[in-house]
């Protein structure tokens, strides 16, 4: 593929998402979102919802999920985006009992306590967030322009800052929205291709085991299940969406965000499971391997759809940031230059993890997963159920989810080595949660009593 075509589309998508932002900036918009003084309707809060949800991360672990493991891969990815089920329905019960966010609930529930364990497992999650998608499109230019990739992670988090610190969640909404039609636009055209071209079959396609088999796979469904109900809830993102228009519009904007994001997940991860059925050899996260396979057309529409996810979730990540440590840690004032100061200290940090040097996109959403799994028994025993739960219950279940989070993380390490079972990875994530689920239940069930 011609670098100068990657250079130029990407440039086009800069404009439009630089004349999408909101010319002038307020407080209110920064933080709020509100647009001209009114909520987000309806189909912007869906295309913002599935736009920065459908992020580069996500599309990169479809499709290597789908090529390692086929069908099971794909819809083992896929059944994350059940979180919008889940969130919608959290979020629901949230607004019920009249809180405002989830630290809002949590601290009435738990005090600052409370909330200081959520806040540090979401700042994590946006922190992952900014430096997964600035990797991906370091992997992308890396595997167009030789030795491309730190000047593009650069310019891209430089972009991403800028007009995300001009108008905050404000820009972030309206960005999304036309950063979406663009996505869906070179996405259908990718997409018809694949499906198109005579390589192609339907049943092959859908009962694909991968490179690796599928049982693999399936093991990671079941993760998904576990964790699927507290996942939404550790994501500032969603959640912050959950409290921006009037119920009515909140729920339904959660449902179609469903069924949209969870089709277009799908459909990505099949790029991956194609890659597997033709015999393509795996090249640098799948990028190689499709430069091998498509058309330079074919090929610089899916990049361009990765570059479009990647920006879009920057912004939202940023905003979510910025409302987190000014209007939730209360760290810095809210003006929009305490809101940018946070915003451009994210982006740093998220830039210089870019060097660590570990490229498994995967880890860093079960990492995570693992770790929220502390609300689960929470949420259903405190939020569902309606008990009050003692507040040393509530920091065991966190404590046995950070725990869970840390060993899988140091899995290969002999602490950790000697204690999980012998097996793959995805195995021994599966017996992770098992634990975390059991601890976190029975500490929030016997500290629980009637409210």
């Known amino acids: 593929m011609s670098p100068l075509l990657l250079i130029a589309l990407f440039t086009l998508l800069i404009g439009v998402s630089v004349l999408s932002a909101p010319h002038r900036a307020s407080v209110e918009g920064f933080f709020s979102g509100r647009m001209a003084g009114r909520a987000p309707g309806l189909w ?93 499109v370091g992997l992308i230019a890396s595997a167009v322009i030789a030795g491309g990739g730190t000047t593009a992670i650069l310019v891209v988090a430089v972009v991403g800052l800028a007009y995300s610190a001009w108008g905050g969640l404000g820009a972030a909404l309206r960005t999304d929205v036309a950063q979406m039609a663009v996505f869906l636009a070179v996405f259908a055209v990718a997409f018809l291709y694949l499906i198109l071209c005579a390589e192609f079959s339907w049943g092959a396609v859908l009962t694909a085991p991968g490179t690796a088999g599928a049982y693999n796979g399936w093991v990671l469904l079941a993760v998904a299940a576990l964790q699927v109900f507290s996942y939404p809830a550790h994501d500032p993102v969603m959640m912050d969406r959950g409290f921006l228009a009037d119920e009515d519009t909140t729920r339904r904007s959660f449902l179609h965000a469903f069924w949209l994001s969870t089709l277009l997940i799908v459909g990505f991860g099949f790029f991956g499971i194609q890659a597997s059925l033709v015999g393509a050899a795996y090249q640098s996260e799948l990028i190689g391997t499709w430069g091998q396979m498509f058309p330079t057309w074919v090929f610089a529409a899916l990049m361009l759809s990765l570059l479009v996810s990647a920006l879009s979730t920057l912004d939202s990540a940023l905003a979510s940031a910025a409302r987190l440590v000014v209007e939730e840690l209360r760290w810095a004032p809210r003006s929009l230059r305490g809101g940018r100061v946070v915003m451009v200290v994210f982006m740093a940090l998220g830039a210089l993890l870019t060097v660590w040097g570990n490229a498994t996109l995967f880890d860093a959403v079960a990492v995570s997963g693992t770790a929220s799994l502390f609300l689960t028994p929470v949420l259903i025993v405190g939020l569902v159920m309606r008990r009050r739960v003692a507040l040393w219950a509530y920091l065991m279940a966190f404590g046995a989810a950070a725990a869970g989070a840390f060993a899988y993380f140091g899995r290969g390490w002999p602490l950790f080595a000697g204690v999980l079972p012998d097996g793959h990875k995805y195995e021994q994530l599966l017996v992770i949660c098992l634990v975390v689920l059991a601890v976190g239940f029975a500490a929030v069930l016997a500290g629980a009593r009637r409210a």
């Open 44 to 136: 912007v809060l869906v295309l913002s919802q599935v736009t920065t949800w459908i992020f580069a991360r996500s599309l990169m672990n479809a499709a290597i999920l789908g090529y390692f493991y086929g069908i099971a891969g794909t819809l083992a990815y896929a059944a994350y985006y059940g979180s919008f089920l889940t969130g919608g329905f959290i979020v629901g019960r949230l607004r019920a009992r009249g809180a405002t966010s989830v630290q809002d609930w949590l601290r009435a529930g738990f005090g600052p306590v409370g909330t200081s364990a959520y806040n540090v497992v979401i700042a994590l999650r946006l922190l992952s967030e900014v430096f997964a998608n600035l990797l991906v």
